[in-house]
């Protein structure tokens, strides 16, 4: 067995030195090049991973669904398509509203998709409950501002509007802000 350690003087005080094998050389270098060779698929995968949410977030489209003139104080139902950016998958994706005036003639759009189970609500579809979103499913209930009546948790959502030329665009969907 070899000493690596050497003992030598300097300004009258041993110093130690330590001496690195053959070995020890040869296994730090192998270790290293292969943790850094293994490392390389991680790193592109993670990369690859988090990509979409490295990506700036585009603004929000707005969809023209209706002329301003149709829209009533009675819920009209619209449907419409919307490019959707999911991960790396993109399609047009089709959407619901609910679109009608309140009483200060303010246009304003509900998603039709019960909070409750995720059912589709009409309006006065039960000839119990006039003048109310009705859900078939569960028998949810909400006011036309969207408001739970029965049996759902929250609110009907909200769409953003905006009025542009004679017509009505819809955006992104967001918690119903009409009702408490």
Same mark, same amino acid.
């Given at each position: ?22 070995? @020890? ?11 850094? !060779? !293994? ?15 490295? @990506?700036? &977030? ?20 619209? /449907?419409?398509?919307? /490019? ?43 000839? +119990? ?17 969207? &408001? +739970? ?12 509007? &905006?009025?542009? +030329? ?5 955006? @992104? ?8």
């Amino acid at each position: 067995m070899q000493d690596h350690k050497k003992e030598t003087k300097s300004h009258g005080k041993p110093v130690k030195r330590r001496e690195m094998s053959r070995r @020890q050389f040869l296994s730090y270098t192998l270790g290293g090049t292969g943790g850094f !060779m !293994m490392s390389l698929p991680l790193i592109a995968n993670l990369r690859f991973a988090v990509d979409p949410l490295l @990506q700036p &977030k585009a603004e929000s489209d707005w969809v023209k669904v209706i002329e301003v003139e149709k829209v009533t104080d009675t819920p009209t139902s619209v /449907n419409f398509e919307k /490019n959707v950016v999911d991960g790396w998958y993109e399609s047009d994706k089709g959407f619901g509203a609910w679109i009608t005036k309140d009483t200060n003639g303010d246009v304003f759009a509900l998603s039709p998709i019960c909070k409750h189970l995720g059912c589709t609500v009409e309006w006065e579809k039960n000839v +119990n409950y006039p003048n109310e979103y009705f859900c078939p499913c569960h028998a949810a209930r909400y006011t036309r501002d969207g &408001k +739970n009546l029965a049996v759902a948790p929250a609110p009907l959502d909200e769409y953003d509007v &905006k009025i542009e +030329n004679g017509f009505v665009y819809l955006s @992104q969907i967001k918690p119903n802000t009409r009702v408490e």
